[in-house]
């Protein structure tokens, strides 16, 4: 008799669960996707859009009013103000203008203060005034000798800050995790996966894609085009640490494989679609960026900006994108601010590209929804 209650009860129980678990499910709806079609039919060519995610990409992505330009004529910059390395060539309207615009993009909260001492203002005492510097020198040279990946719209302080001091989706070299004594993990003990990763969605794949591919030059095409192994001698560890990478790319800019490949070869670049080029510069971008400029820097940041290993913060995709197909979906700022697109007079040493010019770079234009049109 008591154990025929309690089998009674039992499955009592499990109804109730059941239908509790019913109950909770019928709450949770699928994402609404809009697919845009980018290729031929027949050959999945479409990229996906999550709804939710595109109103608030939407939000996030609104371009802030610019100051009215200030007269190019009068006294210029570096004959009024004292250690005006990079801008000197402006005049003083100029300058004053691109300072508080800067200000309302970077330190809204901190004001001039974040980056001068306010008592002396040509004075280097501060490690953001150095570093800074060192940006303006960065931007220009992204806007003149990166066009194959930028074009015309071009990038400004704004692009990556958005109002922070700190740029958001910035990263540093990961040394692993540690064992629960506190010593290190091999990598190769745990193929660097398996971990809860922000960067690669806390997926299964390896968990830093960033320092070999995007510090380091290390080959990303690893797909052979024979049946047999022949000459590709790449190994599973790497198309895995490979797609990690590709599915940053994909998280970075909100879309999918088939924005830049074609699925029935992703290989063949007479098959993908112009971004595939785009990326390519985008990738040999970011290495200069990080090796000839960010990692230059190691020795002006305190401690406490840099990462576990002691090396500079970086950056990615993710750090201009934010999540769109296209920084800011291809607003360009940087006719407001032409200042940013050139070299002052004082002459920089720019950098030699890396890059050959290609086939012409994709044109597309954002749509209402923050989709990319064909």
Known sequence: MISGVKLGLGLVGAVGATLLGIAMLSQFQAPSL??????YRGTAMQVNYNEKQLASYLAENKVPASLPQAPAAGPKAGAVY?????LGDLSVGQFTRLMVSITSWVSPKQGCAYCHNTANMAEDSLYTKIVSRRMFQMTQHINADWQPHVQGTG???YTCHRGNPVPNNIWFNDPGPRSPSGGMISAGASTGQNLAAASTRYASLPYDPFTPFLEGDHSIRVQGDEALPGSNRHSIKEAEWTFSLMNY???SLGVNCTYCHNSRAFSDWSQSTPAKVTAWHGIQMTRDLNGDYLKQLANAWPVNRLGPTGDSPKLACATCHQGVYKPLYGVSMLKDFPELARPGAAGLAYLNASWTPA?????EKVGEQGKPSN
């Open 249 to 251: 790319f994909g998280n």
């Open 359 to 363: 086939s012409p770079m994709d044109q």
């Open 82 to 86: 004292k250690n005006v390395q990079v």
């Open 155 to 157: 990038v400004t302080c």
């Open 34 to 39: 809009e697919i845009v079609q980018r290729g």
